[in-house]
């Protein structure tokens, strides 16, 4: 919690199953060349500031409401400003409750189908101004300065399945599945649980014009990771909330929880991470590890400050055991996944490339963390 503020509930709930003949027979209808946008934003849990810096306290903290147009925008340009009740979100007063929708970005949308699009929006007050959530508005300036640079992000997204019932999908209920080990990208009934909500999830974000990259299961069982990327400046962002969005709406359909958090079972359980790969256009020129080794001297002389927005409760992960470095230094190697940041053996080889930093937990805000590896290793003169 902070500022008095829950980040998640915790119960247990019954969804009703509806069967798909159902769904089928008015997801057919003809609705008379209209198109339906969902408009999406981040809650006031998703980009929290009451502490002094950005903090995610609730990745899943995604709102949306739906738009109705009467022809397809061709560009997000042609798509209104809308507004929501931020007092019900957390994001405004009661007696000033009007925050304004912006759209910035907009994608197919793979539920509806057809001419329907998901639209992402920033959040402003009816004078024009961020609200303090909306941490979209500084990355976006943050990137402008280093367009130049061309930045490219990946970002690797783990995640844990669990049942309505709170406990990781295909765990016994009285006990713990066998030791990790056969389940990183695993295969088989008594290994792997959740695939066809992974490859769900992988076909939508496809549909809807998202660059996943790919997927895998992960060390723990019922944990899953998928990439992101690459991205240039912005759009990673974009795309990472967007991607958390649509596994968001399809939890819906396959009735398992999804989620985000860092350390989901205490213990010898691996934790779960968003490692972040950035490269500049310099860094993969020729010459460019002299520049990845320089950007390592700022990354470490601001490691506190990075740590800070890598993750609420990522002190639980980052222990230096379960392949992650203590969260209390700063490191960087080659090849060695025990470090802060990785940089490739093909990076080192090459003598240019990119590097990945091990350090963010699968809650990040990717706006506030994208923003900051540029700042510091492109904005830092």
């Known amino acids: 919690a902070a500022g008095g503020r829950v980040a998640g509930v915790r119960m247990m709930i019954q969804r009703p199953q509806l ?3 159902m769904k089928d027979k008015y997801e057919k209808l003809d609705i008379g060349g209209k198109v339906i946008a969902e408009y999406i934003w981040l809650g006031g849990l998703a980009a929290e500031t009451e502490c002094g810096y950005p903090e995610c306290l609730d990745p899943t903290d995604i709102r949306s409401k739906t738009k109705i147009l009467d022809k397809a925008p061709s560009s997000v340009d042609d798509l209104p400003v809308w507004n929501f009740d931020g007092s019900s979100t957390m994001q405004a007063p009661g007696n000033d409750s009007e925050v304004f929708l912006k759209p910035v970005a907009m ?12 639209v992402l929006c920033e959040c402003y007050t009816p004078q ?38 709170g406990y990781p999908l295909g765990w016994p209920k009285s006990g713990y599945p066998g030791p990790q080990g056969p389940y990183y990208c695993g ?7 959740g695939r066809e909500l992974c490859d769900a999830h992988l076909k939508a974000c496809l549909y809807a014009g998202l660059n996943v990259s790919g997927t895998n299961a992960e060390v723990m069982m019922s944990q899953w990771e998928y990439q992101v990327g690459p991205c240039v400046g912005i759009e990673s962002g974009d795309q990472m909330w967007m991607s958390r969005y649509i596994m968001q709406r399809l939890s819906e359909d396959y009735g398992f929880r999804v989620s985000f958090d860092v350390k989901p079972i205490p213990g010898d359980w691996n934790g779960a991470g968003c490692h972040t790969n950035f490269s500049t256009e310099p860094m993969r020129q020729d010459g460019g590890y002299e520049i990845i080794k320089k950007c390592m001297e700022r990354l470490e002389a601001k490691h506190e400050e990075h740590v800070r927005v890598y993750g609420v409760g990522n002190e639980k992960r980052l222990t230096g055991a379960c392949e992650t470095a203590p969260i209390t230094e700063f490191s960087w190697g080659v090849a060695n996944r025990g470090c802060s940041v990785r940089v490739p053996r093909s990076t080192e080889a090459d003598g240019k490339g990119y590097f990945e930093d091990r350090r963010p937990g699968s809650n990040i805000d990717p706006y506030v963390v994208t923003s900051i590896l540029v700042e510091t290793c492109c904005l830092g003169d």
């Open 19 to 21: 069967e798909q003949n």
């Open 107 to 118: 994608y197919k949308d793979p539920f509806r189908g057809g001419d329907n699009i998901l």
């Open 128 to 165: 024009g101004q961020a609200i303090p959530s909306n941490t979209r508005a500084n990355a976006a300036k943050v990137m402008e300065k280093a367009a130049h640079l061309k930045p490219w992000f990946g970002i690797e997204q783990e995640y844990t399945l669990l049942d309505m019932d």
């Open 187 to 193: 295969n088989g009934s008594d290994r792997v649980f």
